[in-house]
């Protein structure tokens, strides 16, 4: 039996108010809050809109009407175009991550092999391995409805009930809210007792979606956003290479904001210097690497409570000036 994706509806049972984490129940075209406030969420053609209006910076009646929210799906000619040119940054942890989760999760009993997506985008990256674990139930969220997300939830107020999934992945979406801890303390709320974490983040790489991203983290710092798990595995994610072609880029960029020359310098970078990339998968082998890396990933399991604290962090960091 192969991995099946859920719709929003599927997961009724386990839906909880993000304003105030009481049950939801269905009234023909909307969601309501069975807690004394009642409040309302819209239902999207299927999709529920789960947004807390006093914390998100999102609102639902941005998605009503079909308005920008982080990504816009690409037009069929820039995808096609952005796969036949090389990429500025290369995730060289991607298959061996998704290879290792893939067998932690074929590892559980049928029953708990419930994986949820916090930020799921496009689902152009894939899932690889993990895609292939049978019986796994998987459930796509995101703030846009531009993706593949069949519920709509901002990552600081998760519209779940308490340890109802095995796996949460979180791949390069913690830069793009503003309350990270929450966030990782929020996904933490919603996995089994010994449940897993998978997050990739970036650290050394310019501002990418505009407007929606405001935070980095070194190694250590992303070690300290999830220390109330137990680490399986963390390293890096994208390498210096990666940093050096997304500097070249953006140094060009900085001198227009016209929208064809800006399309012009990323397309030459990347067709001139993506190659550049290829070294990453030497260089994420190399401690020194992690002072300037491009980002991070981070494989945990959840703990009772917090496993690292101020004075393990100082030891736990990894880079060319560690003392020998």
């Known amino acids: 039996m192969t991995a099946k994706f859920l719709q929003g509806h599927d997961v009724a049972s386990q839906l909880r108010c993000p304003v105030c984490r009481a049950a939801l129940s269905w009234q023909s075209a909307s969601w309501r809050c069975t807690g004394a406030d009642a409040h309302e969420f819209p239902d999207l053609s299927g999709i529920p809109v789960l947004l807390n209006p006093a914390r998100s910076a999102f609102r639902?009646?941005?998605?009503?009407?079909?308005?920008?929210?982080?990504?816009?799906?690409?037009?069929?000619?820039?995808?096609?175009?952005?796969?036949?040119?090389?990429?500025?940054?290369?995730?060289?942890?991607?298959?061996?991550?998704?290879?290792?989760?893939?067998?932690?999760?074929?590892?559980?009993?049928?029953?708990?092999?419930?994986?949820?997506?916090?930020?799921?985008?496009?689902?152009s990256a894939g899932y690889g391995a993990l895609a292939d674990v049978d019986d796994a139930l998987w459930l796509e969220t995101d703030v846009s409805l531009a993706g593949r997300a069949r519920i709509v939830c901002d990552a600081s107020d998760l519209p779940f009930e308490d340890r109802q999934f095995d796996l949460v992945i979180c791949v390069a979406v913690l830069e793009h809210v503003l309350e990270p801890q929450r966030c990782?303390?929020?996904?933490?709320?919603?996995?089994?007792?010994d449940g897993l974490i998978y997050a990739t983040t970036p650290f050394m790489q310019q501002v990418h979606m505009g407007e929606y991203d405001f935070t980095r983290f070194t190694h250590a710092g992303h070690r300290w956003l999830f220390r109330a798990f137990d680490e399986i595995d963390s390293g890096i994610a994208t390498?210096?290479?990666?940093?050096?072609?997304w500097s070249v880029e953006y140094f060009l960029l900085s001198w227009t904001r016209s929208v064809a020359l800006r399309r012009i310098m990323k397309g030459a970078v990347r067709l001139l210097?993506?190659?550049?990339?290829?070294?990453?998968?030497a260089l994420a082998k190399r401690v020194a690497?992690?002072?300037?890396?491009?980002?991070?990933?981070?494989?945990?399991?959840?703990?009772?409570?917090?496993?690292?604290?101020?004075?393990?962090m100082i030891a736990y960091y990894r880079g060319g000036d560690a003392l020998k």
């Open 184 to 193: 990782a303390d929020e996904m933490r709320r919603v996995l089994a007792a």
């Open 60 to 123: 639902a009646e941005d998605l009503v009407r079909n308005a920008r929210t982080t990504f816009k799906a690409p037009a069929a000619w820039a995808l096609r175009l952005g796969r036949l040119l090389p990429s500025p940054s290369r995730d060289v942890s991607a298959l061996h991550c998704q290879r290792r989760l893939a067998a932690l999760l074929a590892g559980r009993p049928v029953d708990r092999r419930r994986v949820l997506v916090v930020g799921c985008g496009d689902g």
């Open 239 to 245: 390498g210096p290479a990666s940093v050096l072609v």
């Open 273 to 281: 210097l993506g190659w550049l990339t290829l070294l990453d998968i």
């Open 289 to 312: 690497a992690h002072d300037g890396a491009g980002g991070f990933y981070f494989i945990g399991r959840r703990a009772p409570q917090a496993v690292m604290d101020a004075r393990g």
